[in-house]
């Protein structure tokens, strides 16, 4: 098993999977939210995590064998729910939800106190993270998906807790390599700065790959 | 306030407030990593929706006004519970735990599958994450704590989700200037390396900047 799965599901039944898949992740980010700051005393607290921990002893009752991985439709849409940054259904993603404007990828998204580094801060790596997914997805929005090769960020200010903004686009493509630049926007200033390579898979290697599908080797 | 707080708390207060902030915690973090492949029905789903919004009811009764920042105590030591990479209390940290052994700075941690980015692999962004925080770690180690200025990471090979260790080692100085270098090791190999250039606070120049200190201006 590669982590690729072709599911042949109805819109219908992917709609309500991702409506509950919401709605469970959306209540663990206000958790884990909570839990960064509460201040509340050991009674509380207890009481906290008996809930927690019967909260996970029911999603327990039946779980995947491995990770979430990458579903694939038969309408050629696919879920990445587990992935740490655009994770519909991963608590840890905020999640970036990207949308493509004319040749700009995008996303806004706001940073709450699990994402801090420095007092008040987002942490340099978050934004690194949210850079390179968002770099990413504008390379294969420019029709050369591929795995990440290099990544430079270059940070100009900190980046305030709170609303951001991601965005990337083409550079240029040299054969595999396809390289994409973007930017962190915060409170009317670029923060931070970042360049991106990525590689086209092997296996996508004189194909017509206008999207990634299931294969292996494109690690 | 600039989020820097000094607290003067007694030692075994500071340990007891540890060991409540890393159960509360870690209750979380498996709640995440359950929530991320949990294949249950509506009836499973809904009753841990229901305990999940009791135990962040419950956290809510008392809570910081702002994100966690960073508390020091008298005796020179610092609390980043609200770290999202290095972070105790925060359930989006894996956590690191950063160790110093002679010149280089390491951490060995398991990438459960909330932290997927290709079926199978790590995210490149988290890889950074981490790599962020264990360069500028080693930067600080070599009595030059700073801000990251520019962060490369160059991927080799997919990091398999499960162990891995990340280590970084001073490079060079060059004034304000701090060069660290870095990589990840998964399953044997290097999977990915990274430069870090770290940038030393404005209010520490000058003065000898042996540890960060509370201080406005390391933005």
Redesign the interface.
């Known amino acids: 098993m ?3 799965e072709l599911e042949d599901l109805p819109a219908e039944e992917i709609e309500r999977l991702t409506e ?1 898949a919401t ?3 959306e ?2 980010r ?3 939210q ?9 009674a ?2 207890d ?3 008996a ?6 002893l ?7 064998p ?5 579903r694939f439709n038969s309408d050629g849409t696919r879920r990445t ?5 655009t ?1 519909t ?4 993603a905020p999640p970036v939800v990207l949308a493509h404007d004319g040749d700009r990828t995008w996303s806004e998204v706001t940073m709450g ?9 987002v ?4 934004l ?6 968002v770099l990413g997805s504008a390379a294969e929005h420019a029709g050369a998906p591929g ?9 100009r ?2 980046t305030p ?1 709170g609303p951001i903004r991601a965005e990337a686009w083409l550079d240029r493509r040299e054969g595999v390599k396809t390289f994409t630049m973007g930017r962190i926007i915060a409170a009317g200033a670029v923060t931070a700065e970042a360049e991106g390579v990525f590689i086209l898979p092997r296996w996508a290697r004189g194909a017509a790959a206008e999207s990634l599908r299931p294969g292996v080797g ?2």
Do not use: C
Not at 51 to 56: K, S
Not at 66 to 70: A, R, T
Not at 123 to 126: F, I, K, T
Not at 147 to 155: D, E, K, N
């Open positions: 590669n982590g690729y509950r709605a469970l992740a209540s663990v206000g958790l884990i909570t839990t960064v700051v509460t201040e509340v005393g050991d509380d607290l009481e906290a995590i809930h927690i921990r019967a909260a996970q029911l999603l327990s009752r039946k779980t995947l491995g990770s979430f991985g990458v729910w587990g992935n740490a940054v994770g259904r991963n608590p840890v106190p699990a994402y801090e580094g420095p007092p008040g801060l942490h340099g790596g978050v690194a993270a949210i850079l390179d997914q795995m990440t090769g290099t990544l430079t960020v270059r940070y200010h900190g807790l494109d690690a």
